[in-house]
């Protein structure tokens, strides 16, 4: 491989691992507040494609109001799931809450192929954004500058509001300990919605950078997309919402690395993905940003 | 009153007794959802036409039992025991990916019952069963056709790979396609892997255009092509893109854009083809009902079915085992797609080329066996 193809690879990697980045910090939040693996993130994900998708094509609006609409619709739709579905089980054991995410996430899919249909829909792309440069001989498609911008910027964001706010003391506090914090007057369950709120919100900004890079849309694309994230999470230490934006990277580059450089093993990329995630598990099961376990968010 | 009702009631029984008992049960193992959901739509819109037009056979009603197997091969299976042993159908028809026939097909043969797959093209689907048939052309043949097409017609004289590793359609087809090439003289300059589900094929579209081919052979479905085509055509790819029968769906457009403009594939269908009378009974019927233009898995459906119900006419019943008889010993039967004469549960039939121009599936020529 030469350093060209080898650029190319690097950026189309880097690309693809801001998509799992963004999806993943906000999977890893969810974590880290509730210590809950809400299985329902890849589906919200799905949503919302098709929430931004219906609002170009149906609604006619254009593209930035639809987009920011989809990620409050999305926002809105999380804090619902958690009210409806995660809230009556807060005092239940972590598995009932956990059996629940994944009827939440199957409720999900299958509402999704009732209501949207089962085959694939053509997500709207920008034309400015899908227009290509050519840098240095490496052909980039300006999109892939634009989403891992956006991924740091929605990382900068929510770190501003986990350490600079009232309200991020909140949540970090209860990522300590749920009732010592009722105790100071916090209202656990307004600073949990609002978290869903939040992470799912990001999962909306994903899926729309997501669905314009791979503009096909169908009901159960949040499944693998939510596994990847989950990964990515769990390599960067879950509960770590820079170590998951690391591990989105990572988890990106190198499955655009391994194809590059094992062509005949093309077909088994995913393989290799959860081989990297058992290997993890084994051997730093704290990911690479979890030294230490108290420090969750 | 109550001897009013109870008259009532008997009827309401009588018939319900009378019609069960007149009804044939046919299942339909389609993919309804899930990645191939636009195959089973399409092939299910071929069928309920074919039925709608011929609801009857041996003076009794024939009922469809659709279900879904959702794309997936463990599904398939489950779809076809549900079939025989809950609906007791008669016989069966599906599925449309080789590997979930190649999954449902044994099932059909422990159980005697027959299964004619309409759009299964892998030569394993039928090799060994007596009880599973098909309508379509097999892989070997398809895989020559485009070979040919690529060397004689397009003049293309490298080409580079790229096949889905977990579908049996996909690696015949490529070996079958290899084959033909190398022995014309045509040179394989790669060969490359993905599976369905993604999205993502840089990482080999930069590995298969640093050989320089002047074309890409890609036996896959329309999900993979439509989005593999787009990533391809971005990275600079000038040359012709070649697909298989898996790449006609209208998705593979709506997905693909400008990317799959001139995107070549072999498939069963075209109505200029005009192969039988039946030929224009079905798009004149199809338009008419749909107000759109036909589709090779609609009118393989479509022919799946006249042929079961012909089968089970000859048969003179709807016995499981001399249906299975009456398929085996179909000559000459005209379908839309082509006149069907099975051996060894194989029909032999022209591949007809087609070719994406402005939005549009067009005829580009044909190949006979």
Redesign the interface.
Known sequence: MNIQ?FL??LA?GVS?GSVYALIAIGYTLIYGILRLINFAHGDIFMLATYFAFYGISLLFLPWYVSFTLTVIAIALVGFLIDRIAYKPLRNAPRISALITAIAVSLFLENFA?VVF??????FP?LPEL?K?SLIGGI?I?NLTFVIPIVAILSLLLLIWILFKTKIGMAMRALSRDIDTTKLMGVDADKIIGFTFALGSGLAAIGGIMYAMK???I???MGI?VGLKAFIAAVIGGIGNVLGAALGGFFLGVM??????LF????????VFTFSIFIIFLIVKPTGIMGESMEEKV | MRKFLSIVLAIVVFSTLVFSAGTIKIGVDFPMTGVVAAFGQMSWDGLKLAHEMYPTVLGKQIELVLMDNKSDKTEAANVASRLIEKEHVKAIIGCICSSNTLAAGPIAERAHVPMVSSASTNPLVTQGKKYVFRVCFTDPFQGKAAALFAYKQLGVKKVAVILEVSQDYSIGLANFFKKTFKKLGGKITGTYFYVTGDVDFTAQLNAALATHPDALYVPGYYPEISLMARQARQMGFKGYILCGDGAEAPELIKIGGKAVEGLYYTTHFDPKMAASEMTDKFVKAYTEKYHKNTDALGALAFDAYLLLRDAIQRAGSDDPQKIRDALENTKGFKGATGIITIHHGDPTKSAVIKKVENGKFVYAGFVNP
């Open positions: 193809l190319q690879n189309n693809l192929i249909g089962g085959r694939p829909k053509p792309v899908n290509m052909r498609q791979y503009p096909s169908y009901p159960l693998m499955e655009i690395m391994i194809v590059a062509p005949s093993l093309s077909g088994f990329r995913d």
